[in-house]
C-alpha cells in the first residue's frame, strides 16, 4: 500500500484539464418552460414505452434526467402510468410480443395523445426490420407524430424530438 501511495505521490496526476464551460451550448430553460405551458397548459408528463429494445436508447432518456440535462427542470415529467401521460416515447423495434401492450398503452393515453418514436429500431426496424418475432418499426402498430433516428440517438436529439412533437401539436403539419 505505501509503495502506491510514493507512487502516487511521486507521479502527481496525470490528465487533462477538464474542459470550461460554454454557455453557447444551454438551452433556454425558461423559454421551454415558457412554450410548454404557452402549448399544453401544463408541464408535459410522458411515459416511456420499450417495446424490445437493446436499452442503448433508454440509457440516453435516463440521460435526460441527469442533473446535466435536467429536463424535469423545464417541466417534462416521466410518468409511470399512460393514463397521466401527454406523450409516449417509444424505443425498440416492436416484437411480437410487445404489440397487444403497446396497442393498450397507446388506447390508455388520454387524447390528444403525441407519440415519439425513439431510435433507428423505433423509427424503422433497424437491424432486426420485420421477422417472426418482430413487427419493426413503431409507426406499423400506433401512430407516430415523430421519430428520432439514431443508434442510439443522443438526449439533446431526444429532447429536439420532444419538444419538435410538443410544437407539432398546436401547429399541425
Request: aromatic share 4%; glycine share 10%; charged share 20%.
Amino acid at each position: 500500500m505505501w509503495r502506491i501511495l510514493k507512487q502516487i505521490a511521486r507521479n502527481g496526476i496525470r490528465s487533462e484539464a477538464p474542459p470550461e464551460p460554454s454557455d453557447s451550448l444551454r438551452v433556454g430553460g425558461e423559454r421551454i418552460q415558457r412554450e410548454l405551458l404557452d402549448i399544453l397548459g401544463q408541464a408535459l408528463s410522458i411515459r416511456q414505452v420499450d417495446a424490445g429494445s437493446c436499452n442503448g436508447c433508454e440509457l440516453e432518456i435516463n440521460a435526460l434526467n441527469n442533473p446535466y440535462h435536467n429536463i424535469e427542470g423545464l417541466g417534462i415529467r416521466f410518468v409511470a402510468s399512460p393514463r397521466h401521460a401527454d406523450m409516449l416515447l417509444v424505443t425498440g423495434p416492436v416484437s411480437r410480443h410487445m404489440e397487444l401492450a403497446l396497442r393498450r398503452t397507446y388506447d390508455a393515453a388520454p387524447d390528444p395523445k403525441l407519440v415519439v418514436a425513439v431510435g433507428d429500431c423505433g423509427c424503422d426496424g433497424g437491424i432486426f426490420g420485420e421477422s417472426y418475432a418482430s413487427c419493426g418499426r413503431v409507426a406499423n402498430i400506433i401512430p407516430v407524430d415523430v421519430a428520432v433516428p439514431g443508434c442510439p440517438p443522443p438526449p439533446l436529439e431526444i429532447l429536439r424530438g420532444i419538444l419538435t412533437a410538443v410544437r407539432s401539436r398546436i401547429s399541425p403539419g
